[in-house]
């Protein structure tokens, strides 16, 4: 999950993806995950930000090598929420 978060730009880092799934922000189909938990295409990952919460869903399977321009190509948005 950590990696998956990376790869798609999510997060900065991995190091802040697995944080994030440490804490309780990062919900996999409604589940709130751990950092190695697998995710594929059809998937909905939810992220909560301290500010915002977005919602994906993952349209192709996650490679080795994502470029920085395919990232956003592999989900669409469904949810993206600013709180204040």
């Given at each position: 999950m950590d990696l998956a978060l990376k790869r798609l730009l999510l997060v900065k880092s991995r190091t802040e993806g697995k944080?994030?799934?440490?804490?309780?922000?990062?919900?996999?189909?409604?589940?709130?995950?751990?950092?190695?938990?697998?995710?594929?295409?059809?998937?909905?990952?939810?992220?909560?930000?301290?500010?915002?919460?977005?919602?994906?869903?993952?349209?192709?399977?996650?490679?080795?090598?994502?470029?920085?321009a395919d990232a956003k190509s592999l989900y669409r948005v469904l949810r993206d929420e600013v709180t204040t």
């Open positions: 944080e994030a799934c440490d804490v309780g922000a990062v919900a996999v189909n409604g589940k709130r995950v751990k950092a190695s938990a697998e995710v594929g295409a059809g998937d909905r990952i939810q992220l909560d930000y301290a500010r915002r919460t977005i919602e994906v869903e993952l349209l192709a399977d996650i490679g080795k090598n994502v470029s920085r």
